[in-house]
């Protein structure tokens, strides 16, 4: 049974407080995904990476950085916790090829107070 | 830049009916592919159905098939005697080659007995 878990379920941080968020999947899978979902906004994506120590800024990367220092596990990092990032994170992998289904982690849902 | 649009925020069924979600996309390439995703309650992403730009057979997966129109840039997803585990967030995804999996905003369907 293919596996994407997130290290959190809901998570509650202070405003300028460091965060990390973890990902890791079972499958081999070389890419992997972490997206930001908001109501009215569907899921932004915010960093991807394609091999261990590789990756590209998405749509929205102001704010956060990542890390993949081994190929089943990318991290995001909140610098500087503030409370617009608030939200719900989903993290994803899929195997090379853009046909192949992308599998998704349950999510996380971020409160930065 | 490619987007994403679904333009109904929200669809109501019946039990046994039959809804049609609509989905358009903006792209210059010639060569990608198109998804549903499905996310209940639970906050699972599970793939509902893909569709390869390049075949002009609409895809077909049980109860639910696409309506893939390639020169108007529309895909849409029927979903054919709706059932009460129907109930959920569905997003249309598009991906050009390895990379950037991007979402619409979603329509939420919501099955009425």
């Known amino acids: 049974d293919v596996k994407v878990t997130q290290s959190s379920r809901y998570l509650v941080k202070r405003t300028g407080e460091k965060v990390f968020l973890e990902c890791v999947q079972d499958?081999?899978?070389?890419?992997m995904f972490w997206y930001r979902q908001d109501p009215g906004l569907g899921l932004r994506l915010i960093y991807f990476s394609y091999d261990v120590k590789m990756k590209e800024k998405g749509d929205i990367p102001e704010g956060y950085s990542v890390s993949r220092e081994k190929k089943e596990r990318f991290s995001l990092i909140l610098e500087s916790a503030s409370t617009n990032q608030t939200s719900m994170y989903l993290c994803?992998?899929?195997?090379?090829?853009?046909?192949?289904?992308?599998?998704f982690g349950q999510g996380t849902r971020l409160t930065v107070v | 830049a490619q987007t994403v649009t679904q333009s109904q925020p929200e669809m109501s069924v019946q039990e046994a009916e039959t809804v049609t979600l609509s989905c358009t996309y903006d792209t210059s390439e010639s060569d990608y592919y198109l998804f549903w995703y499905k996310q209940p309650p639970s906050r699972q992403m599970i793939l509902v159905i893909r569709q390869e730009a390049y075949k002009q057979q609409n895809a077909t997966e049980n109860r639910f098939s696409v309506n893939f129109q390639k020169a108007a840039k529309s895909f849409s997803l029927k979903i054919s005697d709706s059932q009460l585990g129907d109930a959920a967030m569905y997003f249309c995804?598009?991906?050009?080659?390895?990379?950037?999996?991007?979402f619409g905003a979603g329509t939420q369907v919501v099955v009425t007995p």
């Open positions: 995804a598009y991906q050009h080659s390895w990379g950037k999996l991007q």
């Open positions: 499958m081999d899978h070389e890419n």
């Open positions: 994803a992998s899929s195997s090379t090829g853009a046909s192949e289904e992308a599998f």
